[in-house]
């Protein structure tokens, strides 16, 4: 079984829209508990355009799933994060105005940098993944890392798979065998969907979790939230 992580970020950008407090962050993301999903994924950026900081202290006392932190490791994600102390933070190398996370690590060029990061999150008990595209090379130096967990980034698998290419999975089974022979565990995100996610889930072995936001929220807008977090988790089996 592969653990749903629902990503809450759209949540709180519909919110943000209108200032207000609807729709309900803290309840919508107890109600997706609620449906089944294992885990409540955020992702705070600087600017604070969907989820807030105070967000995410709200959050840590209602989330009773996992509850994954993503971001880049400025300093005041770090502050956040180790007073949170969450079930695992993903480290993603997004820059200040990125419209999204557009790339992973570049774990040969970072590796001290990433070091450093992931020793003081796991001082503090914080299992640590870190978002990285599939290049082999990169797998080997994110284990050097002393990361636990890598989370695949999955735009472009996403991207081949939507025009019919589904060879563009092959780079990912082969990173996800890699990633497991040196010790990693294995998540994925990035643009999966109801279209997409069975395909993949049957393609990439020992896959622990998937964190899915942007099309789940949207795939709910026609077929309920209720519905739509069960149908993924009927195809994460
Ligand atoms: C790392 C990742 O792929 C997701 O966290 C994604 O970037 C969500 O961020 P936004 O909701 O800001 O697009
Ligand atoms: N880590 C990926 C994530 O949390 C959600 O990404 P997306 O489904 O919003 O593209």
Known sequence: MT???????????????????????????????????????????????????????????????????????????????LAIKPTQVTLVPDSVETLTSNAGWDTITHQTYLSEMIQEFKLNGIRTSVFIDTDLSLIEAAAKTGADRIELYTEAFATEFGKGNKKAVVPYTKAAILAHELGLGINAGHDLSLDNIAFFKESIPYLAEVSIGHALISESLYLGLENVVNMYLHRLK
């Open 3 to 81: 653990k749903l992580s629902v990503n809450v970020n759209k949540i709180a950008t519909l919110r943000n829209s209108r200032g207000g407090n609807v729709p309900n962050l803290l309840k919508v993301a107890t109600d997706i508990e609620d449906f089944g999903a294992q885990g409540i994924t955020i992702h705070p950026r600087p600017d604070q355009r969907h989820i807030r900081y105070q967000d995410a202290y709200d959050l840590k006392e209602i989330v009773r799933t996992e509850y994954n932190i993503e971001g880049n490791p400025i300093p005041e994600f770090m502050d956040l994060v």
